[in-house]
């Protein structure tokens, strides 16, 4: 499985991006994706998950980005999407997206949920 994450790039504060998370090996929508950040010194920290589209492909956010940041599928181009709105300084990391292999129920908030990650694209929010 390659994923390859996208999109990274400076913006100022209240600005947009777009990350997408492109994969080879595995049909997106049969797994559960995640996308995760990592600032420097910090813990990988989660964003938010895509269900699976065969268990209703809903998708869950971190508190922090709520309402900001919407996770999206094109399955056509079997590639996930982080729209990112109304960015801040503390947005800025490393962003990552995972995909875990096989099902489980729940909301899969851990890095140690997922199996594969691609390489990371960097964001950095300027106030």
């Known amino acids: 499985v390659q994923l390859q994450a996208s999109g990274g790039g400076s913006v100022q504060a209240g600005g947009s991006l777009r990350l997408s998370c492109a994969a080879s090996g595995r049909t997106l929508s049969r797994h559960t994706m995640g996308w995760f950040r990592q600032a420097p010194g910090k813990e990988r920290e989660f964003v938010g998950m895509?269900?699976?589209?065969?268990?209703?492909?809903?998708?869950f956010y971190a508190d922090s980005v709520k309402g900001r940041f919407t996770i999206s599928r094109d399955n056509a181009k079997n590639t996930v999407y982080l729209q990112m709105n109304s960015l801040q300084p503390e947005d800025t990391a490393v962003y990552y997206c995972?995909?875990?292999?096989?099902?489980?129920?729940?909301?899969?908030?851990?890095?140690?949920?997922?199996?594969?990650w691609g390489q990371g694209t960097q964001v950095t929010v300027s106030s």
């Open positions: 995972g995909v875990r292999e096989h099902h489980i129920v729940g909301i899969l908030t851990r890095a140690n949920d997922y199996d594969y």
């Open positions: 895509l269900r699976r589209s065969g268990s209703g492909g809903a998708a």
